[in-house]
Structures are given as structure tokens and as C-alpha cells.
């Protein structure tokens, strides 16, 4: 049982992502390849990623293999690939050491892990190009679906907290998780695979929720220097996970992942930089949303920030309705 400790000060900075996290969706994916079944929506995703798989990619995947576990520093929440996979590349020898070395002993590991786990350069430039090897196959072409799901879950987590606060967002976060609170004390835990008790205080830092679409259970990865993080899996789906969306399908997939980047109030920057194009792309997009009364516009400060409208909230909720159902 994994049991997170809260006070008044972390449930006032508990916030929820906007977007998901490459490093955390390119892990859970490659832990999906090991487990024995998948959801029906992503085993048409399972078959064409494991016909894709290429010795380059082993050591990555070896990370992987694990169901319970994965290295924390293989997981830094970023939003683009370049600066997690930078991170990786980067992370101090002596955390390789510390989170392999335990691993390689007790034989969860192959061995030829050895060379990471001792920060070897030619095992990191090894593992940056297994990541961006597999990210190619197994997340990037899904991109603009699992986006759409993810501000999908975000919306409706956001609709939850003005209505009825956080104390119901995080009573439904997930059926794995179990919230409760008396008095002043606050708890949200769930069972570990691995068997294991931990309690974790947050200590006034705040938790961020951050939803994914490959994730099967949560997960809890805890940076002294910044917030909690909280991992959560988005509701399931019933429609399998291709590489188009019927909003995509509309709009075309970028215009269709602008509107959903401006889904909870976004700069052009910021969405430039989340979808993965220039601003002046972004620029032209949101023109013809705003055309089309799906979003507003309005200058704050030198910054352009971008909304939806009501017509644009349920046009993404009625494509979410559409593309997604809870899972049985």
C-alpha cells in the first residue's frame, strides 16, 4: 500500500496537467508490450508496435520489462521529447548506479544493463537512441489521440473541481485509488504490486495529477525540489488507438491539436511549443477557429492568449463522448 499523506497546503497546489508527459507515456508503453493482455482498444497498437521493433530499441525495453517498477529518472515530466530525452541523457552516474544497481542484483535486470547502471557514455548515447527509436513507432504516430484524451480527462477533472471541488476530483481520480479525510488529514493510497508499504508526505508541496493515456495503474514519483507527482491513468476506452481522431478527422490533426491545446487557456507560445509548430502556424489555426466561434482571443500583457468558447468546450466533449466510453 502506497499511502500519500495531505495537508490544507497540498490540496491548495494540487493541480491537474494540461498535457501529457512524453517520458511517461514512452515507458508505460514499453512496459505494455510485457504484460500478458491489453485492453481491446490497444491491442491493434500492441501487434503493429511489437511487428515495428528493432534491436535498436533493446536498451530501452529493457527498462521496461519491469510491470511494477520503472526507474524514476527514465520518467522526468516533460512535455517534449528533445528536453526528456536530454534529461535522461544527463542523469548523475550515481543515480544510475542507485536505481539499476539494486535491480541488476536481484536479477530483475539483464546484464548487460551493467554498463548503464555504471554511466557508461556509450550506454547512455545507447539508450537516447533506443528512446527516440522507439518513440517513433510506439508514441508519435498516436500523438494527436492520446493528446485528445488526455484534455478530454483534464476537462472533466476541471469541470469536477469548479462544481464540487477537490475533494471529489480526487474521490474519482481512479478506481485504484482510495481517498479519504477526517479532521485535518487528508490520504489517497492505493496497493502496490510490489507489495510493499510507503507513506509519503508531500509536506505543503502540492501534488500535480498527471493523466496518461498508456499508464495501467498510478504511479507516484516524488522530486524533493518540486511538487508530488501522481500519474494516473485517463478513463478507458472502447475505440481502439489508431493514428487518426474524428476531430482530426474534421479539422485536421493539427488544427485539431491546437484547439485542444488552448482547452484550459494558452499563449500562442505555449501552444506552439505543445503542439509542435511555429507560432505563426498557430497564429493562422486560431484565426479560423475564432472564425468559426470555437475560440477567443485576447491580449494580456505581450502575450496572445487563446480560450475556448462554450461551443469549443463541448465540441471537445462531445468528440471525447464519441471516441472514448468507460472501460467494464
Not at 498510478?218 to 508530488?228: R, T
Given at each position: 500500500m502506497l499511502t500519500l499523506h495531505l495537508n490544507a497546503a497540498d490540496l491548495s497546489r494540487t493541480v491537474v496537467r494540461s498535457v501529457p508527459s512524453v517520458s511517461l507515456e514512452l515507458a508505460a508503453a514499453g512496459q505494455r508490450l510485457f504484460l500478458p493482455t491489453v485492453p481491446g482498444h490497444l491491442e491493434g497498437w500492441r501487434a503493429r508496435t511489437r511487428a515495428a521493433l528493432r534491436p535498436v530499441m533493446r536498451p530501452y525495453l529493457d527498462l521496461c520489462r519491469l510491470p511494477w517498477w520503472l526507474p524514476d529518472f527514465l520518467t522526468p515530466i516533460d512535455a517534449d521529447v528533445a528536453t526528456a530525452l536530454d534529461r535522461v541523457s544527463a542523469t548523475p552516474a550515481e543515480t544510475l548506479s542507485a536505481e539499476l544497481g539494486p535491480r541488476l542484483a536481484a536479477?530483475?535486470?539483464?546484464?548487460?544493463?551493467?554498463?548503464?547502471?555504471?554511466?557508461?557514455?556509450?550506454?547512455?548515447?545507447?539508450?537516447?537512441?533506443?528512446?527516440?527509436?522507439?518513440?517513433?513507432?510506439?508514441?508519435?504516430?498516436?500523438?494527436?489521440?492520446?493528446?485528445?484524451?488526455?484534455?478530454?480527462?483534464?476537462?472533466?477533472?476541471?469541470?469536477?473541481?469548479?462544481?464540487?471541488?477537490?475533494?471529489?476530483?480526487?474521490?474519482?481520480?481512479?478506481?485504484?485509488?482510495?481517498?479519504?479525510?477526517?479532521?485535518?488529514?487528508?490520504?489517497?493510497?492505493?496497493?502496490?504490486?510490489?507489495?510493499?508499504?510507503?507513506?509519503?508526505?508531500?509536506?505543503?508541496?502540492?501534488?500535480?495529477?498527471?493523466?496518461?493515456?498508456?499508464?495501467?495503474?498510478?504511479?507516484?514519483?516524488?522530486?524533493?525540489?518540486?511538487?508530488?507527482?501522481?500519474?494516473?491513468?485517463?478513463?478507458?476506452?472502447?475505440?481502439?488507438?489508431?493514428?487518426?481522431?474524428?476531430?482530426?478527422?474534421?479539422?485536421?490533426?493539427?488544427?485539431?491539436?491546437?484547439?485542444?491545446?488552448?482547452?484550459?487557456?494558452?499563449?500562442?507560445?505555449?501552444?506552439?511549443?505543445?503542439?509542435?509548430v511555429s507560432a505563426a502556424s498557430v497564429s493562422q489555426h486560431t484565426a479560423v477557429l475564432r472564425s468559426a466561434g470555437l475560440v477567443t482571443t485576447h491580449r494580456t500583457g505581450s502575450a496572445v492568449r487563446h480560450s475556448l468558447t462554450p461551443l469549443g468546450q463541448r465540441l471537445l466533449r462531445a468528440v471525447a463522448t464519441v471516441s472514448s466510453a468507460a472501460g467494464p
Open positions: 536479477g530483475d535486470l539483464p546484464p548487460r544493463v551493467g554498463e548503464l547502471a555504471a554511466g557508461a557514455s556509450a550506454a547512455r548515447q545507447r539508450l537516447r537512441a533506443a528512446m527516440t527509436a522507439f518513440h517513433a513507432v510506439a508514441v508519435a504516430p498516436y500523438r494527436a489521440k492520446i493528446e485528445a484524451a488526455v484534455h478530454a480527462d483534464r476537462a472533466a477533472r476541471g469541470h469536477t473541481l469548479v462544481e464540487a471541488g477537490i475533494d471529489r476530483v480526487l474521490r474519482n481520480l481512479s478506481p485504484y485509488l482510495h481517498w479519504s479525510s477526517s479532521g485535518g488529514a487528508y490520504r489517497l493510497s492505493y496497493e502496490c504490486a510490489y507489495g510493499t508499504r510507503l507513506d509519503v508526505e508531500p509536506t505543503g508541496r502540492g501534488v500535480t495529477l498527471v493523466p496518461s493515456y498508456f499508464l495501467p495503474q498510478p504511479c507516484v514519483l516524488d522530486d524533493p525540489a518540486g511538487p508530488m507527482v501522481l500519474a494516473y491513468p485517463v478513463e478507458r476506452t472502447r475505440r481502439e488507438l489508431t493514428t487518426g481522431t474524428p476531430l482530426a478527422d474534421l479539422l485536421g490533426r493539427t488544427r485539431a491539436a491546437v484547439l485542444g491545446a488552448v482547452a484550459d487557456g494558452r499563449s500562442t507560445t505555449q501552444v506552439a511549443r505543445d503542439v509542435g
